[in-house]
Structures are given as C-alpha cells and as structure tokens.
C-alpha cells in the first residue's frame, strides 16, 4: 500500500473514532421541545461524570452512597421548600412515588430535562442555581428515596 493511501486510511479511522467518541443524546426542554443550551450552564458542572450522562442518558452517580448525602442536602436548599423534606410533595407534585406528571421522569434523561430546562409554572429552570453535576447529584438521591414500584424504576433498566 502507498503512504499517501495508508496515512489517508488512518486519518479516516480517526475522525471516525473520534466522531463516535463525542456522541451526545440530546436533550429536549420537555415544555417546547427546543434542544437544551448547555452554554448557559452555571460554571463548573462539566465534570466526567456530566459527559459520561450526555452520552449514556443514564445518571453514573445512582447508588453512590457519598454522592447521594451530598444530592440530599442540595435537594434540602434547592427543592425541598417546594417539593417537601421527603420529596412526598407539597406545592410540587411528590418525587419519590412512580407517579409523574411527565412520564419521561421515570429515565434519568426526563428527569435532567425537567431540572434544567424548568417545566410549568413554579418549575423554574435550575441551571443558573445548579451545575449540571449538582444536578446529577440531586436526581441520585431522589432515586435513593423512591418507594414506587421497583417495575416502574425505568432508571435501572
Ligand atoms: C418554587 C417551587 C419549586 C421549586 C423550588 C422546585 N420545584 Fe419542581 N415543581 C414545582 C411545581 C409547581 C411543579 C409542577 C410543574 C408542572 O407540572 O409542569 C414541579 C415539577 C417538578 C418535576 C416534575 C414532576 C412530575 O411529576 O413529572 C420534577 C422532577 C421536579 N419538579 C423536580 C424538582 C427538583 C429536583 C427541584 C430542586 C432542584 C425542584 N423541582 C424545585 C415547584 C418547584
């Protein structure tokens, strides 16, 4: 084979590589359906574990046990005063039950969708409040208190 035809081969496989190395679910604001902006993120949420959701759609810190005390106490700022101490619902709709107003809730790629872009009314968009991995970090705790029905945990599928 030629140099000129192999170093083409390589640089091929490589933009390939890296094409599927990138490749990112995309995320809907569950009211418009507009494509969420990431670029106005509050600074500081890209962690490893953020890129490893916006390809898998699956949240890395369930059942991290250190990770969910921290999501627990954000959730006590952040969400509680609407939502209730034990997310069983209070001005918002209860969190820790299988039933959602927005069916998606039950994925973790929903529940980001909602936390981030905001949903009706008192549900404001959370990402000038929370980075994207405070984010990830509330939603495993949220997870940790479910007492739905383990069939309708869609999270762990
Ligand atoms: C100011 C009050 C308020 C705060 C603060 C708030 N929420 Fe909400 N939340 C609501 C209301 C009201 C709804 C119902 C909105 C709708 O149905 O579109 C809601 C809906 C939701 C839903 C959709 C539930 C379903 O049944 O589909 C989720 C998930 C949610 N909130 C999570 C959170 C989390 C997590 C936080 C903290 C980061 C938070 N909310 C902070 C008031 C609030």
């Not at 359906?33 to 509050?42: E, H, M, N």
């Not at 905001?118 to 479910?146: F, K, S, V």
Request: include cysteine; charged fraction near 20%.
């Amino acid at each position: 084979m030629k140099k000129k035809q192999l170093g083409l081969i390589i640089a091929l496989t490589l933009s390939l590589a890296s094409m599927t190395a990138t490749a990112e679910l995309t995320f809907r604001n569950v009211i418009t359906g507009q494509p969420l902006d990431f670029s106005v993120a509050k600074k500081g949420g890209d962690t490893e574990a953020f890129k490893q959701f916006k390809e898998t759609g699956k949240n890395p810190y369930n059942g991290n046990a250190e990770v969910v005390q921290k999501g627990h106490d954000l959730y006590m700022t952040a969400c509680s005063g609407c939502h209730g101490h034990e997310a069983e619902g209070k001005l918002g709709p209860g969190l820790a039950d299988d039933y959602w107003t927005y069916p998606a809730n039950a994925t973790d790629q929903g529940l980001f969708e909602v936390l981030f872009g905001g949903a009706n009314g008192m549900m404001g968009p959370q990402y000038n409040n929370l980075t994207t991995d405070e984010m990830l970090q509330i939603m495993a705790h949220l997870r940790d208190i479910y007492k739905g029905n383990p069939k309708k945990a869609k999270w762990l599928k």
